[in-house]
């Protein structure tokens, strides 16, 4: 796939100029790909792109990472370091004159604190106020993009239910996920939550060495990146049948899910979204046991603006995606949630995932 | 394992004083598993340990993460903070009155911009210059786990010799490494690149969709995660007979990598080690194509301190652990690489990789 850089960029200087801001510093995270198509390296050696008002945006690179970079010369301009040069005295220099700089959000502390040192007279802020104001619309071929990832993700989650969980440890499971995240169209598997039984109440439950039996509830929470873009979604299976308490609690939390997704369209507050599901959880008395936001965003970025959470007031608007995926969670006995991907559309919502949501029995 | 977390913490209290730091702030990164055994998830929401002289030290982590936490009372406190709290303003008040604070080198920009706002008195620098001074000597637990995932990459180096490397993609190839790296006793595999014919010779190459054919030097470069602690290896294959220049070449590497690993003893400067295979490259006329510095410290982070890098003499301890990596590209045609994990012992050196180092002619 191949974006309009260049458009982006041009978009990004004019709102660096209307919030007077002089220069724009990409490192690891999303920004970087946006912005120019490459991703950093998460590694101690420098990568950043340096975007200021005045000049051709240029990428700081290990010289040893340069081959990587897919040159866009009328986009920007490679800088290639090599392992004797200091980047951070190549970054000052770029950065000459400039009173405002923002930086991505993941950059690392490590070159932040050194530019800050180089720099003192220079203000410092984080750029995602600047890149998510672009970066959460998305465009048609992103939609795409997050789509064909959404579907990859329901073909896993088709699979998942017609297999055998018992007798199989949570990480043996979760490698299968992985490998059919792969099969099914992603080019990485990004993460597979396999949490069975009590392991469930833990919303973010590595997968370890349990190995699941009959009466487990299990969360299956996983996702990867399909053309730089994430997926994300979260099933319910359960090994043998569940107790009537299981089951009924189940159609509180399926109601509370699909009432949240039904609650997307523009001009809503993103804080409602999570008002909706999380009322009728707190209804039928399980409001303490839902312990986190009702969604992130998402996008090339697992997660990322806008967040489903109150205190956002943020009004959601077409072309924004995310997850709307509330839980509860009774520690020490077991955790269920239901996660989907949505995008705003012009008038409701579309779900990139359409796998089926109710609870698998599963053997 | 678990190790004397309490002793880590002391050491860093007392190093902490030595240097006049109020307080250290582990976050993503390795600094936290070391100094606690718990990691942190490299996400939005803030996990932070607050390290200061006179309390006991306090684990700042988002509620839904909190069951994740294995908990050392003795050890530090856990301060789970939820969706509308705000981490930042808790981790201030902690902070209150503390002059000189240092911050794990990985933080995000974000978290670190924002401490910096709210507390415009107070000097912020980098953790590592502390931390690596204890993380780099590796005791003898630290020691086997690095000996145990060399000895598993070992096992995963022998059996790429087997295999039939024709007709298959990169991707393909790096996914069936991948998953040799778990089969062999790793909980996780962190890399594998594949990189084969003019590929080889950018040396972070990613692993694609380009067919290996006979006549293709394929470089192996892979790595997981055992036991907490990092391994990385790297080994070369050619598809069918090489050409007697690649056999050349590849010749001068050999004795450049034996050379490397020759020098590494107690008391010698890492930049020397460096310099004894870039010598040795040089005077076969490939100085140019030796892109890179020959190693960097390995340990809870697959890139840590020591560097073998020309201009740092730093003097090599025994317990430290490093990788010994020369390689050779050249543009357009190739690249060949040897990469082992080396420990200085108190007299000299041991490899943690042990596997046929010679290139493997492979079908």
């Known amino acids: 796939m191949t974006f309009d850089y260049r458009a982006r960029l041009d978009a990004t200087r004019r709102l660096m100029e209307t919030h007077g801001i002089g ?39 290990p010289k040893l990472e340069a081959p990587r970079v897919v040159e866009r010369p009328e986009v920007f301009e490679v800088r290639p370091w090599s392992e004797t040069e200091d980047p951070i005295g190549i970054v000052s220099r770029l950065l000459e004159g400039v009173g405002s700089v923002v930086v991505g959000d993941q950059t690392w502390a490590t070159f932040v ?9 220079t203000r410092f802020g984080v750029a995602s106020p600047l890149t998510r104001a672009l970066r959460m619309r998305k465009d048609p071929e992103e939609l795409d ?32 996920v992985a490998d059919m995240i792969i099969e099914e169209g992603h080019q990485a598997a990004t993460f597979s939550i396999v949490a069975s039984g009590p392991n469930g109440a833990s919303p973010h439950h590595e997968a370890g060495e349990r190995i699941m039996q009959t009466g487990d509830a299990v969360v299956v929470d996983f996702g990867g990146k399909l053309d730089g873009y994430c997926s994300d979604t979260t ?25 949240a997704v039904d609650a ?14 999380r009322a009728i959880i ?31 007031d943020f009004e959601l608007d077409a072309g924004m995606t995310f997850s709307i995926e509330p839980g509860i969670y009774l520690p020490g ?17 579309e779900r990139l995932n359409c796998s089926d949501r109710h609870l698998a029995v599963v053997g």
């Open 23 to 61: 220069a724009l510093l990409a490192s690891v995270g999303a920004d970087l790909p946006y912005l120019i198509g490459y991703e950093a390296m998460p590694l101690e050696r420098l990568t950043m792109l340096v975007v200021t008002g005045n000049r051709v945006p240029v990428l700081l690179v």
């Open 113 to 121: 604190l050194a530019l800050e040192e180089r720099l003192p007279a």
């Open 145 to 176: 993009a997050l789509r064909r990832a959404g579907h990859a993700t329901d073909r896993v989650a088709a699979r998942l239910r017609e297999m055998r969980f018992s007798g199989r440890t949570e990480a043996e499971l979760s490698r299968l």
């Open 235 to 259: 099933r319910m299976f359960h090994v043998g049948e569940p107790t009537t308490e299981y089951r009924e609690i189940f159609a509180v939390l399926e109601e509370a899910q699909a009432a």
């Open 264 to 277: 997307v369209r523009p001009g809503v507050a993103a804080q409602d979204v999570d008002r909706t599901a």
């Open 282 to 312: 707190a209804a039928a008395g399980y409001g303490e046991y839902f312990i986190h936001r009702t969604g992130h965003g998402i996008g090339l970025d697992a997660h990322e603006h806008p967040y489903i959470v109150e205190g956002n």
């Open 333 to 349: 006995r077991f955790g269920m949630r239901i996660e989907d991907i949505v995008a705003v559309s012009d008038h409701g919502v």
